[in-house]
């Protein structure tokens, strides 16, 4: 991923449309946040790739989904005083988070084949593309999964699999853009150790955002809601009350928000490490985005997770990414 051979430039319009489809991702991966927080993903039973781009279109489609709907577990055990009206709302999100699925699809696939009908894009990058379109496959059918999971005896979805997809989500949008940012450059591999710095950087926030989909999976921000004291302690008692022990670092909600306050601060040490030896425009940046998520963390649990903030610091979680992408790019060129 990191060796690439000197090669004719790449037309600026591929890297345009990279770009696109990484933006249209990090989107994606928002209103996902939307949809889980207003509690929405299970609205839509079904899944159906092609049909299911069409939405109610009359009263009696309305009132067949919500019938379905009705079957659920969550609606059973949670929702049973639930309109009509009030379904709509919750339908709409989910819908729109499928919806924009379908789009980057092809957004991703139509341009594909014009810009290789056109001779734009050169055999050494086909695989990479290739395997962009295989995992953006594999993020559909894991969504269903996903949502599946909440179908029966739930009322809400697995935390292993929503953490599964947001990670998903999260690995296809960094390489879409490790791809783009690589395009018309030469790369090398780490040559010393504040490259290997920035390497590890890329899956250290990978994992940090598997371990916030676990947060999200469990609602564990909505309690423990002080810092930087957890339970008035810095090391809380709890944290490893289940067995096995390994069962507390995805189901126990202590534990869980504790490992997300802690690579947190991990990961805050390194970039401010990194920013040190470098003193360069993508190390400084990097940091900034740093200090800015974990500002809005921190504000988002301080506040009990209201809507607005946890999408900003879903948002910001991407941008923190992206910038990590970045900082790689320009440390292998």
Same mark, same amino acid.
């Given at each position: 991923?990191?060796?690439?051979?000197?090669?004719?430039?790449?037309?600026?319009?591929?890297?345009?449309?990279?770009?696109?489809?990484?933006?249209?991702?990090?989107?994606?991966?928002?209103?996902?946040?939307?949809?889980?927080?207003?509690?929405?993903?299970?609205?839509?039973?079904?899944?159906?790739?092609?049909?299911?781009?069409?939405?109610?279109?009359?009263?009696?489609?309305?009132?067949?989904?919500?019938?379905?709907?009705?079957?659920?577990?969550?609606?059973?055990?949670?929702?049973?005083?639930?309109?009509?009206?009030?379904?709509?709302?919750?339908?709409?999100?989910?819908?729109?988070?499928?919806?924009?699925?379908?789009?980057?699809?092809?957004?991703?696939?139509?341009?594909?084949?014009?810009?290789?009908?056109?001779?734009?894009?050169?055999?050494?990058?086909?695989?990479?593309?290739?395997?962009?379109?295989?995992?953006?496959?594999?993020?559909?059918?894991?969504?269903?999964?996903?949502?599946?999971?909440?179908?029966?005896?739930? +009322?809400? /979805?697995?935390?292993?699999?929503?953490? &599964?997809?947001? %990670?998903?989500?999260?690995?296809?949008? *960094? $390489? @879409? #853009?490790?791809?783009?940012?690589?395009?018309?450059?030469?790369?090398?591999?780490?040559?010393?150790?504040?490259?290997?710095?920035?390497?590890?950087?890329?899956?250290?926030?990978?994992?940090?955002?598997?371990?916030?989909?676990?947060?999200?999976?469990?609602?564990?921000?909505?309690?423990?809601?002080?810092?930087?004291?957890?339970?008035?302690?810095?090391?809380?008692?709890?944290?490893?009350?289940?067995?096995?022990?390994?069962?507390?670092?995805?189901?126990?909600?202590?534990?869980?928000?504790?490992?997300?306050?802690?690579?947190?601060?991990?990961?805050? +040490?390194? /970039?401010?490490?990194?920013?040190?030896? &470098?003193?360069? %425009?993508?190390?400084?940046?990097?940091? *900034? $985005? @740093? #200090?800015?998520?974990?500002?809005?963390?921190?504000?988002?649990?301080?506040?009990?997770?209201?809507?607005?903030?946890?999408?900003?610091?879903?948002?910001?979680?991407?941008?923190?990414?992206?910038?990590?992408?970045?900082?790689?790019?320009?440390?292998?060129?």
């Amino acid at each position: 991923m990191l060796m690439q051979q000197a090669a004719k430039p790449v037309s600026h319009w591929v890297t345009s449309w990279l770009i696109l489809i990484a933006l249209m991702i990090a989107t994606m991966v928002v209103v996902g946040g939307a949809t889980r927080l207003t509690g929405s993903g299970l609205s839509i039973t079904e899944w159906k790739p092609i049909m299911g781009a069409i939405p109610p279109l009359n009263s009696a489609d309305w009132e067949l989904a919500f019938s379905k709907y009705q079957q659920s577990s969550q609606f059973k055990l949670q929702n049973s005083a639930m309109t009509l009206q009030e379904f709509e709302f919750i339908f709409w999100w989910e819908w729109a988070h499928r919806l924009l699925g379908r789009l980057i699809g092809v957004v991703f696939f139509l341009p594909f084949v014009i810009f290789a009908a056109l001779k734009m894009l050169p055999k050494r990058i086909w695989p990479q593309l290739i395997g962009i379109f295989i995992l953006g496959g594999l993020q559909g059918a894991l969504g269903w999964y996903m949502v599946a999971s909440g179908l029966v005896d739930r +009322v809400s /979805v697995s935390q292993y699999r929503l953490a &599964a997809h947001l %990670t998903l989500a999260a690995i296809i949008f *960094a $390489f @879409v #853009l490790w791809v783009a940012f690589a395009l018309n450059r030469r790369h090398h591999r780490p040559k010393s150790g504040a490259a290997w710095l920035g390497l590890s950087l890329v899956p250290l926030i990978l994992l940090q955002i598997a371990a916030g989909g676990f947060v999200a999976g469990l609602d564990a921000g909505q309690g423990y809601n002080t810092w930087p004291l957890m339970e008035g302690a810095l090391l809380p008692a709890g944290l490893g009350t289940m067995q096995p022990w390994w069962a507390n670092l995805f189901e126990n909600a202590l534990t869980v928000q504790f490992d997300h306050r802690l690579l947190a601060y991990l990961i805050c +040490v390194l /970039v401010l490490v990194r920013a040190f030896i &470098a003193r360069n %425009t993508s190390s400084l940046v990097l940091l *900034a $985005f @740093v #200090l800015i998520q974990i500002g809005l963390g921190i504000t988002t649990l301080l506040l009990h997770v209201p809507l607005d903030l946890a999408l900003l610091h879903q948002s910001g979680a991407m941008a923190l990414l992206a910038a990590s992408v970045w900082n790689l790019s320009r440390l292998t060129r």
